[in-house]
Structures are given as structure tokens and as C-alpha cells.
T-cell receptor, first 114, second 116 residues
């Protein structure tokens, strides 16, 4: 059971370049999320999706776009990378939106923008 | 808005020592409360949870009790091991309000190092 899989694991970009981070889950979860983790900041929600074909903005959405064309996949795009987007990105999913439904996380993508 | 405050680290303990990591929250109503653990190089994993006041969550020797009166959810373990070295995150999920009950709010994390 793979759970939540993120690709790539590491990436270095130059300012202005674009890239897409892929998240795949095999648990048939409805909800998916993208977080970024920065030292001393904890985790901050970038975008989320409550079902196939839907997306919504989280706490820090600027500079990112997302798509959920298939239920199992949630893509995070950076159209023009900036050094401020250097971070570790985590994808997560949950079965439903209820209070007690835990999030399942991937192992993260470490992105450096130079 | 909702917020979670947890004690700043790093916390360094010797093996078999007692652990407490404090967590307090601000939220409307009765949120669900969680502790997540992040081992080096990995994503976060759910450690334990509590969904209503006075509930005690427990797992792998860790415990936390949902205290409504003090808005706290402190993490404790009686005897830590080297393998417990990790970053611990307290988090809350609000009561259903405007459809936002699926979003977690995290604390900043506490790094625990346990020495042999």
C-alpha cells in the first residue's frame, strides 16, 4: 500500500523557471491538500481540493496553481519560480472532511530556487 | 481565527526521561485536536487524536488529554527512547463552520532529540 506518493523528491530551479509537483494517492480519498513547510513556520496550506475537478485556495496560494483532473492525483504548479518558494512541499489526503478524519502525508519534495 | 501554539524547541532529553510538549489552542467551539510526528526525511504521521473535551488520545506510549477549560492538548510520554527523536506538531481541525472543517491548523513544531 503506497499511500501518498510525491514526485520528484528533490528539485533545483532557477528563478523564473516553471515546474509541476505531482501527488498521487491510492486510498480513494476525496480530499487532497498541498502544504509548504518552512523553518519556524510550521505547515501552511497552499491549495486544497474536496473532490475531483474542484480546487480552492488555502492560506498562502500566491504564485501557485493546482489541478485535480483525476481523483487520485493533485498537481501543484509553479509558473515562474521565485527564491521565496524555496521550501519543502507536502501533499496530503483525507478520506472525508469530518472532524476526526486524519490526514495522510507524502514524504515531501524539497525545492530550491536559486 | 484558529491558532495553535506549542512550546518552542529544541527539546533534548536522555533516554527514559519524562517528556512533556505543551500545546494550547484558540478556536471557536469544540475542534478536534491532533498530534503528528515527523521523523527525519519523512512526511508527517498521525500520532494520536481527540475529538471532544476530556478525551484522551494515546499511541506508542504517548498520551494527550483534551482540556477544554485550559484549551490545551499537552503531549506526554513517561519514558522516551532514542527512536522517539523527531519533530512533533500539534494541530486542530475546527468544528464544521462554513464548510472549513476539513482544514488543519498546525503549530510550528517542536524538535525532540533523545540521547542514549
Amino acid at each position: 500500500n503506497a499511500g501518498v506518493t510525491q514526485t520528484p523528491k528533490f528539485r533545483v530551479l532557477k528563478t523564473g523557471q516553471s515546474m509541476t509537483l505531482l501527488c498521487a494517492q491510492d486510498m480513494n480519498h476525496e480530499y487532497m491538500y498541498w502544504y509548504r513547510q518552512d523553518p519556524g513556520m510550521g505547515l501552511r496550506l497552499i491549495h486544497y481540493s474536496v473532490g475531483e475537478g474542484t480546487t480552492a485556495k488555502g492560506e498562502v496560494p500566491d504564485g501557485y496553481n493546482v489541478s485535480r483532473l483525476k481523483k487520485q492525483n493533485f498537481l501543484l504548479g509553479l509558473e515562474s519560480a521565485a527564491p521565496s518558494q524555496t521550501s519543502v512541499y507536502f501533499c496530503a489526503s483525507s478520506r472525508q472532511g469530518g472532524q476526526s478524519s486524519p490526514l495522510h502525508f507524502g514524504n515531501g519534495t524539497r525545492l530550491t530556487v536559486t | 481565527g484558529d491558532s495553535v501554539t506549542q512550546m518552542e524547541g529544541p527539546v533534548t532529553l536522555s533516554e527514559e526521561a519524562f517528556l512533556t510538549i505543551n500545546c494550547t489552542y484558540t478556536a471557536t467551539g469544540y475542534p478536534s485536536l491532533f498530534w503528528y510526528v515527523q521523523y527525519p526525511g519523512e512526511g508527517l504521521q498521525l500520532l494520536l487524536k481527540a475529538t471532544k473535551a476530556d478525551d484522551k488520545g494515546s499511541n506508542k506510549g504517548f498520551e494527550a488529554t483534551y482540556r477544554k477549560e485550559t484549551t490545551s492538548f499537552h503531549l506526554e510520554k513517561g519514558s522516551v527512547q532514542v527512536s522517539d527523536s523527531a519533530v512533533y506538531f500539534c494541530a486542530l481541525r475546527p468544528l464544521n463552520s462554513g464548510g472549513s472543517n476539513y482544514k488543519l491548523t498546525f503549530g510550528k513544531g517542536t524538535l525532540l532529540t533523545v540521547n542514549p
